[in-house]
T-cell receptor, first 114, second 109 residues
Framework: DTEVTQTPKHLVMGMTNKKSLKCEQHMGHRAMYWYKQKAKKPPELMFVYSYEKLSINESVPSRFSPECPNSSLLNLHLHALQPEDSALYLCASGRAGSPGGEQFFGPGTRLTVL | RKEVEQDPGPFNVPEGATVAFNCTYSNSASQSFFWYRQDCRKEPKLLMS???SGNEDGRFTAQLNRASQYISLLIRDSKLSDSATYLC??????????FGTGTSLTVIP
């Protein structure tokens, strides 16, 4: 099973809402990632979890809060977002450690902030 | 200076043509290299890992030149279904991956 799943597929939220994005993988990967992607741009790294611990935070605003409850799950909690946060949010997983192996991406959550 | 640089294109080629993409990376300590394909409004999908010895998968050939710090992807006998954005991805030490800007390919009937 080389699948990463993400829910929801689409999300529309107001600037005062609180919502969560979910990601799950069953490939035994111990590194999980959140990326943000705007149209016609490459994915932009937000967070990396390695062995369920946050290892990289690319100076992401605190209105985005990641959580890794266990080795298969990754959440991204959203609060007080801005319209410019509208984007495709991609989760990925891969082998932890160095060198890194391939990353596998989920289908993404398309987020619109009104 | 960007970690990974790619020519964004667009590349518009006729069916059956051969097309090559190049990508350069700045960190000589980079360890793993990949080409991903991304269709419009979809997630990136792994196309090939790139090894120093070069590797081939059907119509696709990837090569790595560590001395010059570049990676290439060659697509032979282009198909309409090859139209996509091709992303060059480099892994440095640890779990940090760096993406090129992507190269847009359109194969024309």
């Amino acid at each position: 099973d080389t699948e990463v799943t993400q829910t929801p597929k689409h999300l529309v939220m107001g600037m005062t809402n609180k919502k969560s994005l979910k990601c799950e993988q069953h490939m035994g990967h111990r590194a999980m990632y959140w990326y943000k992607q705007k149209a016609k741009k490459p994915p932009e790294l937000m967070f990396v979890y390695s062995y369920e611990k946050l290892s990289i935070n690319e100076s992401v605003p605190s209105r985005f809060s990641p959580e890794c409850p266990n080795s298969s799950l990754l959440n991204l909690h959203l609060h007080a977002l801005q319209p410019e946060d509208s984007a495709l949010y991609l989760c990925a997983s891969g082998r932890a450690g160095s060198p890194g192996g391939e990353q596998f991406f989920g289908p993404g959550t398309r987020l619109t902030v009104l | 200076r960007k970690e990974v640089e790619q020519d964004p294109g667009p590349f518009n080629v006729p069916e059956g043509a051969t097309v090559a993409f190049n990508c350069t990376y700045s960190n000589s300590a980079s360890q793993s290299f990949f080409w991903y394909r991304q269709d419009c409004r979809k997630e990136p999908k792994l196309l090939m890992s790139v090894y120093s010895s070069g590797n081939e998968d059907g119509r696709f050939t990837a090569q790595l030149n560590r001395a010059s710090q570049y990676i290439s992807l060659l697509i032979r006998d282009s198909k309409l279904s090859d139209s996509a954005t091709y992303l060059c991805v480099v892994n440095d030490v640890g779990n940090q991956f760096y993406f090129g800007t992507g190269t847009s390919l359109t194969v024309i009937p």
